[in-house]
């Protein structure tokens, strides 16, 4: 039967994650003038682990986090849900990035995964946490050597790691392009996005986090010495503010000379019957990954459904919406779908219940990092590029200590210490950005030019292939 845009006819564009009839109640929007000791700003994954953490260390501190829209709404509500050890977005990415650094950062990577699941233990949050690990698979016969690097390098830094050839995988997920794969089985695995940051949001309100919503941050300055936050309907004087907007880059026009605001699609099904599932196998439920020039990622929910992510896109006004025009139509969504039964033509007669987007910070970096300002007063923690639901509470928990000047053993080393090149401005990037994402559309099938292109680019400091 084959690939048919019907599959999409019916498609909501919106977050599968998002819609849900238990969504928590609105905090109120800011109205007036106040002051904090510390003031959070940005209500995604990273502003609520700061919060979380800033008060538990310290309960009597007075911390603030304002949030221009609904937490959860921006970025933390719209990702495929995938947690990892990893803190510098893959193994492969920490070696080309800190490779003498590599065994400390895998340890802060397990203390990472070791502490949100202690917070969610202990704040009794049900985020459909499912400890199955990550399964990274083959495309084709051409990426299997580095699937078994890559099984290598997790060997070599101790973890529990499990080699497929292409007979092997199919007792894990069955797909025809699948040739090999590694199943890294430790401590990682799926979350419900959204659960996961209501669940924060609940515990920051119950430590005493003062919380607001439909609060936008419409200017910082300093003022008698002490920060001073203009918001849509009032103010907030602080002595410190981590900024917590990630692929929004708010908090200071400089931050965007290190980021660009990359959107990501995802496509959900609607729940598959036990006979659809046993087409495809995937009894262990891992989230994956597979290595594509233009990668693809997929994972089971709860309620049995499959998501499957990937296929970059770029607006030129730079403005990162929440929900963009030009994402709310099936054309976007079609060569993802195309993907999706490419992947597994046995389920041609499955339906997509939700489509959506969602903003990356796309850096050189592909990874966390932090930049100073106002005398270091003031951080922003962000640059995730991917792998951000569960390194977010790393981010926050190494942002903070900048920002309170604490004498941590990490602070001294090269990530914590750096930042990423900077990067064209417009319209040079809208021009570079096209580019980039054709070249990744098509380098697969097409080659040529393309893949010259992408290495030119990985040349540059983007590890795209």
Request: glycine share 10%; no cysteine.
């Amino acid at each position: 039967m084959g690939f048919s845009t019907e599959a999409l006819k019916d498609v909501t564009f919106f977050p599968l994650w998002l819609d849900n009839p238990n969504a928590p109640e609105v905090a109120p929007q800011l109205i007036g003038h106040t002051s904090a000791d510390l003031l959070i700003i940005g209500g995604g994954f990273t502003g609520l682990w700061a919060a979380i953490l800033a008060k538990e260390a310290n309960p009597d501190r007075d911390v603030m986090l304002i949030e221009a829209g609904k937490v959860a709404y921006g970025a933390s509500g719209r990702p495929g849900g995938v947690v990892s050890t990893s803190v510098m977005h893959g193994l492969h990415n920490a070696e080309r990035l800190f490779p003498d650094d590599l065994a400390q950062l895998e340890d802060l990577g397990r203390d990472n995964l070791h502490g949100m699941l202690d917070t969610l233990e202990r704040h009794k949050i049900d985020a459909h946490f499912e400890r199955t690990g990550e399964l990274t698979v083959a495309v084709g016969d051409e990426n299997v050597a580095d699937v078994k690097t890559e099984y290598e390098l997790h060997k070599k830094y101790g973890h529990t790691a499990e080699f497929f050839d292409k007979e092997q995988l199919r007792t894990q997920i069955k797909s025809p392009i699948y040739s090999a794969g590694l199943w890294n089985k430790e401590l990682s695995g799926t979350v419900h996005p959204a659960l996961l940051a209501w669940g924060l949001k609940r515990a920051a309100q119950s430590l005493g986090v003062r919380l607001h919503e439909f609060t936008p941050m419409e200017n910082i300055e300093r003022e008698n010495g002490v920060l001073k936050v203009t918001t849509h309907d009032g103010s907030v004087k602080a002595r410190k503010i981590l900024l917590g907007t990630n692929a929004f880059a708010a908090g200071d026009t400089r931050i965007k000379r290190r980021v660009v605001g990359i959107r990501d699609r995802i496509i959900a099904t609607e729940p598959l019957t036990d006979e659809q599932w046993d087409r495809v196998g995937w009894a262990n439920r891992q989230g994956i990954y597979d290595t594509r020039t233009q990668m693809n990622y997929l994972r089971r929910t709860k309620d049995n459904r499959m998501t499957f992510g990937g296929r970059l896109t770029y607006y030129y006004d730079g403005t990162n919406n929440t929900d963009p025009a030009g994402e709310r139509v099936v054309d976007p969504y079609i060569r993802l779908a195309g993907a999706f039964h490419r992947a597994f033509p046995q389920l041609d007669d499955v339906k997509f219940t939700h489509a959506w987007s969602g903003p990356i910070a796309l850096t050189t970096r592909m990874a966390v990092h932090f930049q100073e300002y106002m005398q270091g007063d003031m951080v922003w923690a962000g640059g995730y590029s991917g792998f951000g639901v569960s390194t977010s509470r790393f981010g926050a928990r190494v942002g903070l200590a900048k920002l309170d000047g604490e004498d941590l053993p990490e602070l001294k080393l090269d990530f914590a210490r750096t930042m990423p090149n900077t990067i064209p401005p417009e319209p040079f990037r809208w021009i570079g950005s096209k580019i980039t994402l054709y070249a990744l559309d098509t380098a697969d099938e097409k080659g040529g030019w393309r893949k010259a292109w992408l290495k030119l680019v990985d040349a540059m400091g983007f590890p795209l292939m």
